[in-house]
T-cell receptor, first 114, second 113 residues
């Protein structure tokens, strides 16, 4: 069975600082991995996805994530935080043999201070 | 191009009633999934439909059901509502669900009183 663990339910950074949101997965096969962002009272917006191509994936809004098989990790980073990045971020995994279903982590709420 | 449209946005129902939520996917998308989001349980997969067939189902009681029409629009139904069914219900669509990223709607906020 697949699972996702997001370390840290809350992360706070200053504007301009590095953003690092952690995601570790458990999967018996190389998974597909996704990062989504959710702003208040809205649905989820895709930031980026990994589907076994390049291990460093660039997404929207300056975010990127690196797939590290040896560490079973897919951490999300952004070099310089903006106030507009304040939101909840979800890591998700799907099984390439059964891609109809996403398993989500519990989410990390990012706060950005001026 | 229009995104995933969910109606209604907000809904208040009484325990014991039933409710139907609607989802119109992006034009051309044939895979539609439903998720329940609550503060306690997070995002949980309900079911996925492709070409009017349910391909996958999550661990929810039989009170939760869904269907997909020939135009790919989908509905989900919850019968005999319980207080614990209060949640944000999210619909997502993709071309085929085969490793593609899903596009989510804004959700329907259901409150059961």
């Amino acid at each position: 069975a697949q699972s996702v663990t997001q370390l840290g339910s809350h992360v706070s950074v200053s504007e301009g600082a590095l953003v690092l949101l952690r995601c570790n997965y458990s999967s018996s096969v190389p998974p597909y991995l996704f990062w989504y962002v959710q702003y208040p009272n809205q649905g989820l917006q895709l930031l980026l996805k990994y589907t076994s191509a390049a291990t460093l994936v660039k997404g929207i809004n300056g975010f990127e994530a690196e797939f590290k098989k040896s560490e079973t990790s897919f951490h999300l980073t952004k070099p310089s935080a903006h106030m507009s990045d304040a939101a909840e971020y979800f890591c998700a995994v799907s099984d390439p043999r059964n891609t109809d279903k996403l398993i989500f982590g519990t989410g990390t709420r990012l706060q950005v201070f001026p | 191009k229009a995104g995933v449209t969910q109606t209604p946005r907000y809904l208040i129902k009484t325990r014991g009633q039933q409710v139907t939520l609607s989802c119109s996917p992006i034009s051309g998308h044939r895979s539609v999934s439903w998720y329940q989001q609550t503060p306690g349980q997070g995002l949980q997969f309900l079911f996925e439909y492709f070409s009017e067939t349910q391909r996958n189902k999550g661990n929810f009681p039989g009170r939760f059901s869904g269907r997909q029409f020939s135009n790919s629009r989908s509905e989900m139904n919850v019968s005999t509502l319980e207080l614990g069914d209060s949640a944000l219900y999210l619909c997502a669509s993709s071309l085929s669900g085969q490793g593609e990223a899903y596009t989510f709607g804004s959700g329907t906020r259901l409150t059961v009183v």
